[in-house]
């Protein structure tokens, strides 16, 4: 009848506390995401870039535009 009155855990998720803090929860996976995320952005950000320089330096040949604007004949 004793042993139903312990002072000991009935269950495993229940801890006696130690007094000393719990350790904090590092922060690496939020820092990683993070790094991705930007790493991700930059990448897009060039190849954007680059299109919209070659795009800006080819563009006419490929479009005809300041052809039609100025009223040239088309070829």
Do not use: H
């Not at 790094?35 to 330096?57: E, K, Q, S, T």
């Amino acid at each position: 009848m004793s042993d139903q009155y312990s002072t000991t855990p009935m269950s495993s998720f229940e801890e006696i506390p130690s007094g000393e803090p719990p350790e904090k929860k590092s922060n690496t996976t939020l820092i990683i995401i993070i790094v991705v995320v930007v790493l991700l952005c930059c990448c897009c950000a060039a190849v954007v870039g680059g299109f919209g320089w070659w795009l800006w330096n080819n563009g006419d040949a490929l479009f005809g535009i300041s052809r039609n604007l100025l009223g040239s004949p088309v070829i």
